[in-house]
């Protein structure tokens, strides 16, 4: 019974905890981390007018994040109306700032994305096949790698490998290929950060692509990072690094896109991979990062690779030893799995 007790216990503070991510939705979605930030404290009145919204909604928002401690309220005995709410500095990097590390806004927008799909993955689990493709819109792809990307590839990763820095600094200038680039801000954050390559994105969503062309439009980059709607493994041309960054565990057939990138390198060039951060093999009871991957992989990674009934479907959870042997069927001769790692990814690199 106390085992019992124990998982009813934790299925209703998780109901808790997911309620509340799709209460930070609602916040991002409406601007309302980003007003309290820019503008300082509001009542409901003065936060509904700074966002164009409902004032009975506002305050139950307002309510419910105060007595989830993720706002400050100055006065809980004023009248409803009168009470004036901050946003704790502490807590703007998290839920107000796209462009900082610790930036988690995002995670509600992932999982009510997720959530629109449950009758879908039903289905598909019973077929085996994949579940239809999510509409872009209302919200779009959930951006979770920028600031990560554009923080710490360039800057801190792609230098502590010396072989592939070598060669993004060189001349005659280095080209990249960025396999599933997504919204492009990883072959973005490559180009600022060595100014003389040029980076070639490719990704499935032609979605994602047109948000990534934007994108480089937007910072000035237009000029040396380019972007298509294209499969992977149907690419060609020579380039001195291809990057497949946490996305090899999606593809349906990985091997393939692994092999296409083996062609397409110039000689002394090598292919990065970075991926989950997962046990090497598997264990049960795991631990929270293994049980988020494998969350995860539920919900998105395998069923996106489940519509081809020839895929590898690998899930989220692409163990060291399964990225070696893709990468020996694919050609190539040396799989490192480099001397470092953060906490949820670990980098590969393969040597032709």
């Not at 980003?34 to 307002?62: H, M």
């Not at 990560?148 to 800057?155: H, P, V, W």
């Not at 280095?174 to 950060?193: E, L």
């Not at 690419?235 to 090899?248: P, R, Y």
Request: proline fraction near 7%; hydrophobic fraction near 40%.
């Amino acid at each position: 019974m106390d085992r019992t007790n124990a998982l009813v216990e934790r299925i209703f503070r998780n109901a808790g905890a997911a309620l509340e991510l799709y209460s930070i939705y609602l916040g991002e979605r409406l601007g309302l981390y980003r007003a309290l930030a820019d503008q300082g404290p509001a009542t409901s009145v003065e936060l509904a007018e700074r966002t164009g919204t409902n004032e009975r909604y506002i305050r139950e928002w307002l309510e419910h994040h105060a007595a989830s401690d993720l706002l400050d309220v100055d006065d809980v005995t004023a009248a409803p109306t009168e009470r004036r709410y901050t946003l704790p500095p502490e807590h703007v990097s998290v839920l107000a700032d796209e462009d900082d590390l610790d930036y988690h806004g995002y995670k509600g927008v992932e999982l009510a994305r997720a959530a629109r799909m449950l009758p879908d993955l039903v289905e598909a689990y019973r077929t085996g096949d994949a579940p239809p493709h999510q509409p872009w819109e209302p919200e779009g792809r959930a951006e979770f790698n920028r600031p990560t990307y554009l923080n710490l590839l360039g800057k801190e990763w792609l230098p502590a490998i010396p072989e592939i820095d070598e060669r993004l600094r060189a001349d005659p200038p280095a080209r990249v290929a960025d396999f599933a680039c997504g919204t492009g801000w990883s072959s973005i954050a490559m180009a600022q950060a060595y100014p003389n390559i040029t980076v070639h994105g490719v990704d499935l969503d032609a979605d994602a692509i047109a948000a990534a062309q934007r994108h480089a439009h937007e910072t000035g980059l237009d000029d040396r990072v380019s972007f298509s709607a294209a499969n992977a493994s149907d690419q060609s041309g020579q380039f001195d690094l291809v990057t497949i960054l946490e996305a090899l565990h999606d593809m349906s057939h990985p091997v393939d896109a692994l092999s296409t990138a083996r062609q397409m390198l110039a000689p002394g060039g090598s292919v990065l991979i970075l991926d989950e951060l997962v046990e090497d093999q598997f264990t049960a009871p795991a631990s929270d990062l293994e049980r988020y991957h494998y969350g995860w992989s539920l919900m998105s990674c395998l069923p996106d690779a489940m519509g081809d009934p020839d895929s590898a479907a690998t899930g989220a959870l692409m163990r060291p030893d399964t990225l070696r042997r893709y990468a020996t069927e694919a050609g190539f001769t040396e799989t490192q799995v480099l001397p470092f790692h953060t906490d949820l990814f670990r980098f590969y690199r393969l040597i032709p």
